[in-house]
C-alpha cells in the first residue's frame, strides 16, 4: 500500500525564501500536516545564486533531503531541488505516527531514489520508499561507496558519529552541523551514523541534507554550505568542517572510536553482528569484541570496553570468540593504559576456571609483564591458578626468564614507586616463584621505614592482600615496624589508623600493639598519665623488662606535648630510673621540671628528684639549671645555705641561657623569702648589696604581691620592719636605691595612707620598738603628706652618717 504524498512548489523566489503553494496533495493528509509542513519544504537557494541558470549549474545546486518530525508524532520525509530560475519544488512522503518505512527501510537509504519527483505529476505515482523497497536498489549509496567516504572522512568520523550518538539520545544535545560543499555527502554522512545507531534511534533520526540557517531548523543534523556554518563557538551547535583543518587528538566516546575504525576498515557488516550481542544500546563493549575478532586494531580505550564488556558476560562469547579476544588483547606491541590493563585483568578473573589455560596463560603472562614493566603501581597480579597445567607452566618460565632479573634488581635497589610499586614487586616475585631470601630483609627495612615515614602510603590496597598471602613478608614486616615503632610512635599510630595490620601470630610486637590501642585510649580518659597506664597495658609487657614500651608510650601520649611537672613526678615514681634511663624517656623528666611555670613548685621539687636519679646522664649546662631549681625548694622549705645571692649568681653563669621559668624558680623563691617577717638578715644585707639588678627587681615584684600587701595591712610590726629595711642601705648602689624608694611610694605609702589612725598608732609604736625615737620621727615625717622622700632620705642618710 503506498504511503501518502505531496508536492509543494515555488515559481519565484520570496524575502527570505522562496514562497511556494501544494500543487498535489493526497486527502489523506490532514490539515494541520500541510499547514506545518509547508515552511519544513521551503527552499532557500545558496546566497549569489544567479537569477539565470544552466540546466547544468542548476542541477548542481545543494538538494535539501530530510526526515522531519511533526508535531502530531508523524514524520515527513522529502526532497526539495531547485527549478527554473529561482523557484523550488518539494516532493515528501507523510509517514504516520509510529509507522515504519516500507520494508523497515531507513529514511536517508532513499537519497537517491528513482521515485522522487521534480515536478508536481499529472497523475498518481508510487511513493519512492515504496518504489525503492520493491526495487532493493541502494538508493544512491551504495556500500562501497560509503567505505570510501567514511575512508575520506576519517579524521573526523569519530567525533561526527559521537556528536551524533548524543543528538539521538538526547533531545537537549547540541544540534549537529554538518559543513560540506556537496548535500549528498551530508546523506552520506547520515548513512554512515544510521549504520552504527540502535535501530530504534536510527528510525527516527531527524536530518536536513542542506539548510541556509541551521538556527532555524528543527532537525538533529543539519548540513550547510561553508558560507552558513555557524560559529563553532555556538553552544547550540556541534560544527564540523570537514574541509577545513585535521582535528587533533582522540576522542573520549569508545563507542564513536571503535565505529569509526569499522567504517574505516570498510566492515559495515560488522555493526549487524554486534547488534546480535547483549548491551546497552550505546555500550562499546559488544562493537569492540566483534572488531577485534574480525582482525581490526582498535586503540586502548576501546580494547579496554572490549574487556570489560566480555568480563561481565563471558558466557556471551563461545571458545572461537574469546581466544579471538585474548588474542587481540595480548597483541605484542601496544600501548596499554592503566584502565586496559585494569580491565583484562578482569576479564582473566571471570574467565580463571571457565576457560582453557592456552586462553588465560597469554593474558596473564601480558598482566605480569604490565605490571613489572607497564609503571601503574595499582595493577594487581593475577591469580596463580590462571597459570594451570603445562601451558600455564610454560608461560611462567618464560615470565621467569623474562623478568626475574630486573624485578629482584629493583628490589634490591629499592622501588622508585613507594610503597605501591614494592608490594606489587613482592606478589609478582611471589607469583613467579622467584628467590628471594637475600632481599627481602632489605626490602622489608625499606617498606617499614616508607610506611612510617608517610603513613598514608598504608592505604595502599594491595598491602593488606601482601600481607595475606606471604607470611614471612608479614612477620619480617610487622616485627621491623614495632622495632622502629619506639622512635616514631607519631607515625606508627597515623599508619594504624589507616589500615588494620594483622596481630595474630606469636609475635608479641608490644609497640604496635600500643600504637593501635593509643586512639581509643586517648578518646576515653583526660588524664594524660591514666591514658598512659591503658597504653601500657596493650603491650603486655611491663615496662622494667622492657623499658622501650615506655618511650613508645610516652611518645604516643604526649607526642611534641612537654610533661607537667606533676606528670614528671609520677612517671619517675611509678617507674625505676633504671627503666626511663634505658628507654631515654629521662629527657622528657629534664625538660618538665624546666619548662614548669614559677607558681608551679612541683617543678623544683622533679628537679631535685632528677638530679638524684640521673647523676650521670645530665651534662653540666643543664645540671646548673637543675640545681637553680632545686635551690629555689631548699629556699623555700628553709634548708638552703648562706649566700643566697652568691649561690644564685654562680649557678646562673654556669646554667647560662637560662629558661626564664628556671630564673623566675629561683629568684621568686628567694625574693619571696626575704620579704618574710623571719627572713635571714645577713641574706637581706647581702642581696641589697649584692648589685644583682635580676634579684633586687625580684624583689620588687615580690614586694608588690597582695599577700605583702595583706601582711602590711594587718600586721604592724611587719609595716614597721619594712619601713626599716627600705629606708636602709642608702649606700647600697643604684638598684636597690631605685627598687626600696619605689616601695616606700608605691607599696607602703597607700597602705599606710589607707589606714586608721588607731592603726597608725600602733605601727609607729612597733616602729618605735624596734628602732630609736629618731626613727619614730622620721616615720612620722615620711608619713605627713607635705614631706617628700628625697628630703627624708637625706635626713635619714645624715643620720645614718653620724651614727
Not at 619605689?742 to 589607707?754: G, N, S, W
Request: glycine share 10%.
Amino acid at each position: 500500500m503506498s504511503l501518502a504524498q505531496l508536492h509543494y512548489t515555488a515559481a519565484t523566489a520570496g524575502d527570505g525564501g522562496s514562497v511556494g503553494r501544494f500543487t498535489a496533495v493526497d486527502t489523506a493528509i490532514p490539515g494541520p500536516v500541510r499547514t506545518e509542513a509547508g515552511p519544513l519544504l521551503a527552499y532557500e537557494a545558496p546566497a549569489g545564486t544567479p537569477e539565470r541558470l544552466t540546466d547544468g549549474e542548476l542541477r548542481a545546486l545543494p538538494v535539501a533531503f530530510g526526515f522531519s518530525a511533526l508535531s502530531d508524532g508523524s514524520h515527513l520525509l522529502s526532497r526539495t531541488v531547485a527549478v527554473g530560475a529561482s523557484g523550488f519544488h518539494a516532493h515528501a512522503v507523510h509517514l504516520p505516527a509510529d509507522a515504519v518505512l516500507p520494508g523497515r527501510l531507513l529514511p536517508v537509504a532513499a537519497w537517491g531514489a528513482s521515485g522522487w519527483l521534480s515536478s508536481a505529476p499529472g497523475r498518481t505515482q508510487p511513493d519512492p520508499l515504496t518504489s525503492l523497497a520493491l526495487s532493493g536498489s541502494s538508493g544512491g549509496l551504495p556500500r562501497d561507496g560509503l567505505g570510501d567516504f567514511a575512508v575520506s572522512r576519517s579524521p573526523w568520523l569519530a567525533a561526527v558519529l559521537g556528536d551524533i550518538r548524543r543528538a539521538s539520545e538526547d533531545p537537549s544535545a547540541p544540534q549537529v552541523v554538518l559543513v560540506e560543499r556537496h548535500s549528498a555527502d551530508v546523506a552520506r554522512w547520515v548513512a554512515l551514523a544510521v549504520a552504527v545507531l540502535p535501530r530504534e534511534h536510527a528510525e527516527r533520526l531527524t536530518f536536513t541534507t542542506y539548510t541556509r540557517r541551521p538556527g532555524g531548523a528543527a532537525h538533529r543534523i543539519v548540513g550547510v554550505l561553508p558560507q552558513d556554518a555557524p560559529d563553532g563557538r555556538d553552544p547550540r551547535f556541534r560544527v564540523h568542517v570537514t574541509g577545513g583543518p585535521t582535528p587533533t587528538g582522540p576522542v573520549a566516546d569508545a563507542w564513536a572510536g571503535t565505529a569509526a575504525r569499522i567504517w574505516r576498515y570498510r566492515a559495515p557488516e560488522l555493526f549487524l553482528e554486534a547488534a546480535g550481542l547483549p548491551g546497552d544500546p550505546f555500550a562499546a563493549g559488544p562493537l569492540a569484541v566483534t572488531a577485534l575478532g574480525a582482525g581490526i586494531a582498535l586503540g586502548s580505550v576501546e580494547r579496554a570496553a572490549a574487556a570489560d564488556w566480555a568480563a561481565v558476560r563471558p558466557y556471551a562469547l563461545d571458545e572461537k570468540r574469546t581466544q579471538q579476544l585474548t588474542d587481540a588483547l595480548t597483541a605484542p606491541g601496544e600501548h596499554r593504559t592503566p584502565a586496559e590493563c585494569a580491565a583484562a585483568l578482569r576479564l582473566l578473573t571471570a574467565l580463571d576456571g571457565r576457560a582453557p589455560a592456552t586462553v588465560t596463560a597469554p593474558l596473564a603472562a601480558l598482566l605480569v609483564t604490565e605490571a613489572v614493566h607497564g609503571g601503574d603501581v595499582t595493577l594487581e597480579p593475577p591469580a596463580r591458578s590462571a597459570f594451570a597445567g603445562p601451558a600455564g607452566e610454560h608461560a611462567v618460565g618464560a615470565l621467569v626468564a623474562e623478568l626475574g632479573e630486573d624485578l629482584l634488581a629493583e628490589l634490591t635497589a629499592g622501588a622508585t614507586g613507594g610503597v605501591a610499586r614494592t608490594v606489587q614487586l613482592l606478589r609478582v616475585a611471589r607469583l613467579l616463584d622467584l628467590d628471594r631470601a637475600e632481599v627481602l630483609p632489605g626490602v622489608v627495612r625499606r617498606l617499614a621505614g616508607a610506611l612510617l615515614d608517610d603513613p598514608e602510603a598504608g592505604a595502599c590496597p594491595a598491602l593488606p592482600d601482601l600481607l595475606d598471602e606471604q607470611f614471612d613478608v608479614r612477620t619480617a614486616l610487622l616485627g621491623e615496624l614495632d622495632r622502629l615503632a619506639p622512635d616514631d610512635p607519631a607515625g606508627a599510630e597515623r599508619l594504624l589508623a589507616r589500615i588494620t595490620l594483622p596481630f595474630t601470630g606469636a609475635q608479641a610486637l608490644p609497640h604496635l600493639r600500643m600504637c593501635a590501642a593509643a586512639p581509643g585510649a586517648k578518646a576515653r580518659g583526660a588524664d594524660r598519665v591514666d591514658v598512659l597506664h591503658t597504653v601500657l597495658r596493650a603491650a603486655g609487657m611491663s615496662p622494667f623488662t622492657e623499658p622501650l614500651v615506655l618511650r613508645t608510650a610516652v611518645g604516643l601520649v604526649w607526642g611534641g606535648d612537654t610533661l607537667t611537672a606533676a606528670e614528671g613526678l609520677a612517671l619517675l615514681g611509678e617507674t625505676t630510673s633504671d627503666a626511663h634511663r634505658a628507654a631515654g624517656t629521662w629527657r622528657h623528666l629534664v625538660d618538665a621540671a624546666l619548662a614548669a611555670p614559677a607558681d608551679d613548685e612541683d617543678g623544683p621539687a622533679l628537679a631535685h628528684d632528677v638530679l638524684r636519679a640521673f647523676p650521670q646522664e645530665i651534662d653540666a649546662r643543664v645540671r646548673a639549671r637543675l640545681l637553680l631549681l632545686d635551690f629555689a625548694r631548699e629556699v623555700r622549705s628553709g634548708t638552703a645555705e648562706p649566700g643566697w645571692a652568691e649561690r644564685i649568681r654562680v649557678l646562673r653563669d654556669r646554667a647560662e641561657p637560662v629558661e626564664q621559668s628556671v630564673r623566675d624558680h629561683a629568684y621568686g623563691a628567694v625574693a619571696r623569702r626575704l620579704l618574710a617577717p623571719d627572713r635571714p638578715e645577713a641574706e637581706l644585707f647581702a642581696c641589697a648589696h649584692s648589685e644583682d639588678a635580676e634579684l633586687i627587681a625580684a624583689y620588687g615584684r615580690a614586694a608588690r604581691r597582695e599577700e605583702t600587701a595583706a601582711l602590711l595591712r594587718t600586721d604592724p610590726a611587719y609595716t614597721a620592719n619594712c619601713f626599716a629595711v627600705w629606708t636602709s642601705h642608702p649606700h647600697a648602689g643604684g638598684a636597690w636605691t631605685r627598687t626600696r624608694t619605689a616601695l616606700l611610694d608605691e607599696v607602703l605609702r597607700p597602705v599606710v595612707r589607707a589606714l586608721s589612725p588607731e592603726e597608725v598608732a600602733a605601727v609607729e609604736a612597733c616602729v618605735e620598738s624596734a628602732g630609736t625615737s629618731r626613727t619614730l620621727d622620721a616615720f612620722r615625717a615620711w608619713n605627713r603628706p607635705s614631706r617628700s622622700l628625697g628630703h627624708l632620705g637625706r635626713r635619714l642618710a645624715g643620720r645614718v652618717r653620724r651614727k
